[in-house]
């Protein structure tokens, strides 16, 4: 039986106190694969450097000598972990059967690709790594990330629970994946879109190697709202909700100063002013939505995402 040909991809970016582990505990792990014949000899690790300014490119082209599992992609300059993702799958699929993304600081555990690999000799496309529990990131970090988790669903989007980017994908998964041409790319968003047969695989999340997290307050809330913003038009409906709201306080406050107004208990002017605000505001927002609507129509259609992927053929 002709055995696949695993590519693990590592996006890189100023991780130079990191990389001679993490080059030593993927290779050491790779041979142990191809010992075991769970993976071709043509198995290999592939580092993505995201325009780093330290002297990781150095290392990594140092380790490709070392090392002959070792192999390396150098970005022109930095385009974030998600691109850089990117762009290491599409390079890995080209030869790959099976590709496994991690990050480089190894918090995530890489003992489990041998059950994720499993999982996928089973059947699997997509194995999702998903983590146990959070002990060894700070309250702050472990909270705001829940939060998120949470709200995303709220808002819609499929994602999976406590799943960062480390996770094993099937070639044609990959290449399906690659059909998704949009710009803000959040991919744990997007992986479920796909749609194909998956599965998880739990471990314990460790502390970063060394060096640090690549992912301050700043970027993480962008990161969040990009999320958010890429995959859900109901913010937009929620301004209109709003809107229709805010007119039907207006009907209420209209029936208010009516009678306030019979009654004789108005200073002039009142009625018609706390009237006109609701009614004018009400309107406003009931404009913005309907535009806002439109907007998400047109942003959904610049996206081009694939109508559909088909999993399975039988055609006789
Ligand atoms: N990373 C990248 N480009 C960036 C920022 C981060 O390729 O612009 C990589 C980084 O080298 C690491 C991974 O993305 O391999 C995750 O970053 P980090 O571990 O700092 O994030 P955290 O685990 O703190 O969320
Ligand atoms: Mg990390």
Known sequence: MKKDVLYIVVPCYNEQEVL?????????LLKKLVATDMVAEESRLLYVND????????????HTQAHHEVCGVKLAGNVGHQNALLAGMETACE????????????QDDISVIGQMI????QGCDIVYGVRRERKSD??????????????M?????????????????SRRAVKQLLCYRERNLFLRGIVPLVGY????VYYDRNPRLAGESKYPLGKMLGFAVDGITSFSIKPVRM??????????????????????YFSGRTVSGWSSLILSIWFVGGCVLVGLGIVGEYIGKIYIEVKDRPRYNIEQKILQ
């Open 20 to 28: 001679p582990a993490t080059t030593g505990s993927i290779v050491e």
């Open 51 to 62: 325009g780093s300014t330290d002297a990781t490119w150095q290392l990594i082209e140092q």
């Open 95 to 106: 030869k790959a059967d099976i590709i496994v993304t991690v990050d480089a600081d190894l």
């Open 118 to 121: 499993e999982k996928y000799q």
């Open 138 to 151: 700070t309250w702050f970090k472990r909270n705001t990330a829940l939060a998120f988790y949470k709200l």
């Open 153 to 169: 669903r709220g808002l819609g989007v499929k994602s999976v629970y406590n799943h960062a980017d480390y996770r094993l994908m």
């Open 197 to 200: 047969k998956s599965d998880t």
């Open 239 to 260: 301004v209109f909700t709003l809107g229709i709201l805010f007119t039907l306080i207006a009907l209420g406050i209209l029936i208010y100063v009516l009678v306030a």
